[in-house]
């Protein structure tokens, strides 16, 4: 507390109503936003002589002024709370950084609807499936609902500009609504079921589907029936992944672990009696802050954050008790017009979810403690900033290098989670291409790296591409065309250079939807591309320039039949080198000791062959 502030005689003044304090340092910052039931009581109890704890020592000590602001009840001063903790981001409150809002599956209102991810305002008209708990999650699902239903998913400038069917046509992922390959009452047909489906009416799906089959089938149109008949064994095959139960509907699932300073929330997103996926958070927290502070800090803001355009489940169901449970239903009840229960205390199926994300919780914290600056934490990193909802357990790059077109050479690179695996490198000569065309080059390895690759290979779950947006197309084309007959296949990410081509400025870009995204210059997830990056750029330079320096120290004359070492080196030594060798006439080269007219007539064409 600094000398200029007089506790004894700011309490004084003081009511004893609810309501919102702000403290400030000298500098006249925020440094620490509460509420109160009683702002005496608890304004007060700050100035005792002796503190409970570190971080209250700390607090006091910098507070210059404090400001309240009175509210007619401790709903209303948990909704206030939350607003200024948003507002000024204090140094010493528990800050959940979640300011992006959440990701939908989009189906687009066009005479022929497109599924698309969408994140952000909701200004299209259509019907918006959600809210995912991350872009990976949505990507699975988008990935997943193409190969159930056969509706497009590519852009409008790209669907009005076709003439005849795309690649997704011809591996049966969507029907051709762009070029009419589908009528307009069957395409609408598969946009229902796809609704219902993401509505999670699985077995509505289903028994529509069978009374398609039925009726195909004594139509005799066994082509139409075999196709239901696959539908329906995939839907099925899907249900029984997704399924949790028939009667567990939307809810929450938080399970949390503490330790060493680092907090994990993990939260297990359940809708429709699906698990929608899961996704950990970790606040930030001051130090020597108690279990139950980040509790309440991390429900508050995660829960009264209305910019997230979260839709919110009927349950909450949180491993461990907070100060605050009744109050902040009912500030979310009254902010969002939304009843909510929330519970710490369950049993049977609930209590099984719970120890999930509990554990998922605490393995989070454990391996972030252990594995502080190393690769397995810039691992954990990317899978945060790519918003993965699978573990990332094999990354490659390739990169194309050349001069000037000569002795092209790709690279693969493979990092696991203990970094760059060596044994795994190679390199692919690329023959058979017009000289400079990385995109026939990049096409060559892409090719030959997943040639007849089946479910028991050696699969990545990130491709990087070393290149701007063309050559990650054609990346993309030919991982389509090499894993339409796998359930798996790796998500491509092309690394375009930045600026000046200065580190820290590159663009990554999605292979399947296009999306460019930026990471900042700082972040540990970046940091690792940029390794996997540069070391496949080292790999296909050292492998560039050794075969330019074989090619170069190679003489053209070997090629020829009938000239030996012997030959050779009187050719080079006679005319004075290979240049002048082949810019002589076939009587110069008669002349030369040991060359016949009929050699030199030989040698003659096929230096100029």
Same mark, same amino acid.
């Given at each position: ?340 229960? =929330?519970?710490? /205390? &369950?049993?049977? +199926?609930?209590?099984?979810? %719970?120890?999930? *994300?509990? $554990?998922?919780?605490?393995? #989070? ?108 197309? =054609?990346?993309? /084309? &030919?991982?389509? +065309?090499?894993?339409?007959? %796998?359930?798996? *296949?790796? $998500?491509?990410?092309?690394? #375009? ?113």
């Amino acid at each position: 507390m600094t000398d200029s502030f007089n506790a004894a005689l700011f309490l004084k003044s003081v009511s004893s109503s609810a309501g919102v304090y702000r403290m400030y340092d000298a500098r006249g910052s925020v440094i620490y936003v509460g509420k109160a039931k009683d702002l005496k009581k608890r304004l007060s109890s700050y100035f005792r002589r002796n503190l409970p704890n570190v971080k209250t020592q700390a607090l006091v000590s910098h507070i210059a002024n404090i400001d309240v602001t009175l509210t007619h009840s401790e709903t209303d001063a948990l909704i206030l709370e939350n607003d200024y903790i948003k507002q000024y981001m204090p140094k010493y409150n528990v800050l959940l950084r979640d300011d992006k809002s959440y990701p939908y599956i989009f189906l687009s209102g066009h005479k022929h609807p497109r599924l698309a991810y969408h994140r952000g305002p909701q200004r299209e008209k259509g019907h918006y499936f959600g809210p995912y708990p991350n872009g990976g999650a949505v990507r699975e699902s988008l990935h997943l609902m193409q190969k159930l239903f056969p509706i497009r998913q590519c852009d409008d400038l790209y669907y009005k500009a076709r003439s005849r069917p795309c690649l997704q046509y011809q591996i049966a992922r969507c029907s051709g609504p762009c070029v009419a390959k589908v009528s307009d009452e069957e395409y609408q047909e598969q946009v229902k079921l796809a609704t219902l489906f993401l509505k999670g009416k699985d077995q509505q799906v289903v028994g529509e589907l069978v009374g398609k089959m039925e009726t195909a089938s004594q139509s005799l149109q066994f082509e139409d029936a075999a196709r239901y008949r696959d539908q329906i064994s995939a839907l099925r095959r899907v249900a029984e992944q997704q399924e949790v139960s028939n009667d567990s509907g939307d809810m929450d699932v938080i399970g949390v672990y503490y330790s060493s300073g680092i907090a994990c929330f993990h939260l297990l997103f359940i809708r429709s009696g699906k698990i929608f996926g899961s996704r950990s958070y970790y606040p930030a927290i001051p130090d020597k802050t108690e279990l139950s502070e980040i509790l309440r800090a991390f429900m508050l803001q995660f829960y009264l954050n209305f910019d997230s355009q979260r839709t919110l489940p009927k349950e909450i169901i949180v491993s461990h008790a907070f100060d605050d449970i009744h109050e902040l239903e009912l500030a979310i009840e009254q902010a969002l017009s939304k009843s909510v229960a =929330i519970k710490t /205390k &369950v049993r049977s +199926e609930r209590a099984s979810f %719970l120890r999930i *994300a509990e $554990t998922n919780a605490h393995h #989070a914290v454990e391996t972030r403690l252990s594995h502080q600056n190393t690769v397995e934490e810039r691992f954990l990193l990317l899978e945060e900033a790519l918003e993965q909802s699978q573990a990332i357990a094999r990354m490659e790059c390739f990169d194309i290098s050349h001069t000037m077109g000569e002795s092209t050479v790709a690279s693969c690179v493979v990092f696991n989670r203990q970094g760059p695996s060596k044994a795994d490198y190679r390199r692919y000569n690329i023959n058979d291409i017009t000289p400079g065309d990385d995109y026939a080059a990049m096409k060559q390895a892409i090719s030959r790296r997943f040639d007849k690759i089946d479910a028991s290979g050696k699969i990545p779950d990130i491709l990087f591409i070393d290149g701007g947006i063309g050559q990650l197309r =054609i990346a993309q /084309k &030919v991982v389509n +065309e090499k894993f339409v007959h %796998l359930d798996v *296949a790796p $998500t491509l990410i092309g690394i #375009a250079k930045g600026e000046g081509r200065k580190p820290g400025l590159e663009t990554l870009i999605y292979g399947e939807n296009e999306i460019a995204f930026n990471l900042p210059a700082d972040s540990g997830a970046l940091h690792l591309i940029q390794h996997i990056r540069d070391e496949s750029h080292r790999f296909a330079i050292t492998g560039h320039r050794n075969k330019r320096q074989k090619t170069r120290n190679t003489s053209s004359l070997e090629s020829i039949a009938g000239v030996g070492p012997k030959r050779r080196k009187a050719l080079l030594q006679y005319l004075g080198g290979l240049q002048q060798v082949k810019g002589a006439s076939v009587a110069e080269l008669a002349k030369v000791p040991g060359i016949s007219l009929e050699m030199a007539q030989t040698i003659h064409d096929a230096l100029r062959g």
